[in-house]
């Protein structure tokens, strides 16, 4: 190989080496940030509960109506609570009791990496046993957003849910990485995939066949609606349908037209509203 060749293969390999560790570096560093008082529309409690003997979960509370039902509301990565203050404003207006979490190293919530919902999956334990012994008599139910989703469905299932809504979730950790990469580094992306997964793999300290929702979601054991939008690009159609058929029955799916991986209930609205209404109604209040 000639000289020049071998210092432009070498170059490359360096560059592809940093720009690894960086990406590798966004991916799993904490999300902290301070979250603001709420405004007087939607009064909440500020509080925290144990996730373990070191670390907390910071979150807000809003009582609805007795006998209503309580739903826990877990949102996406490098993110935090707020993200699902208008679905907590209609739910509550309802009479729902609400309960907002950050997750583990996401805003107030102490934790030093992000890890694609495998200790993320501890704050949700934490949140539902918290639900379980503050509202004894309550059915209870969740709603995940992409992250929050794929915390929902790695927890340990000690617990039962009366009704689960999964919004933009993720198969694998190998498709959710992929189609990042090619959206940001085009065709050439998933080259990048292999490194990007060890690399993962040894910032986390946990293999990254631990981090597949598709391969746990038969265990939910509860209810379920899943939703997704014909334009997600970072969770494809086919990938979301897999999903689907991996999860056991009772189960509905949404597909929302033009809708991609952002917030679906601003996308639809009050369309949204309905749909997610009609299902905890049914599975809540039976």
């Known amino acids: 190989m000639p000289r020049w060749l071998l210092l432009q293969v070498l170059s490359l390999i360096v560059v592809m080496s940093i720009v690894i560790f960086a990406i590798g570096e966004l991916l799993t560093g904490a999300a902290h940030s301070a979250v603001e008082t709420l405004s007087s529309d939607l009064p909440v409690e500020s509080i925290q509960f144990p996730v373990n003997a070191e670390n907390n979960v910071h979150a807000w509370l809003a009582h609805g109506d007795r006998g209503n039902g309580a739903i826990l509301l877990v949102h996406s990565m490098r993110s935090n609570r707020l993200e699902m203050l208008s679905r907590a404003r209609f739910l509550n207006a309802q009479g729902y009791s609400v309960l907002l979490i950050d997750l583990q190293a996401h805003g107030e919530s102490p934790g030093k990496r992000i890890t694609f919902g495998f200790r993320e999956s501890e704050s949700v334990d934490a949140s539902i046993t918290f639900l379980q012994q503050n509202f004894p008599n309550e059915r209870i139910a969740a709603i995940g957003v992409s992250l929050g989703a794929a915390a929902i469905v790695l927890a340990k299932h000690s617990f039962k849910l009366d009704a689960v809504i999964l ?3 993720h198969p694998t950790i190998e498709e959710a990485v992929e189609n990042r ?21 040894f910032y986390l300290d946990i293999p990254t066949s631990q981090l597949n929702p598709i391969t746990q979601i038969a265990n939910l054991n509860s209810p379920l609606l899943l939703i997704s939008g014909t334009h997600d690009t970072h969770t494809t159609l086919p990938e979301t349908e897999r999903l689907f058929i991996a999860a056991r029955e009772p189960k509905e799916i949404w597909i929302i037209p033009g809708a991609g991986h952002f917030n679906m209930h601003t996308y639809a609205g009050r369309v949204y509203e309905q749909r997610i209404t009609a299902f905890l109604h049914h599975y809540l209040r039976q």
């Open 181 to 201: 990469l090619k959206l940001h580094f085009g065709e050439i992306g998933p080259l990048l995939l292999p490194l990007l997964l060890s690399q993962l793999s």
């Open 167 to 169: 919004e933009s979730l």
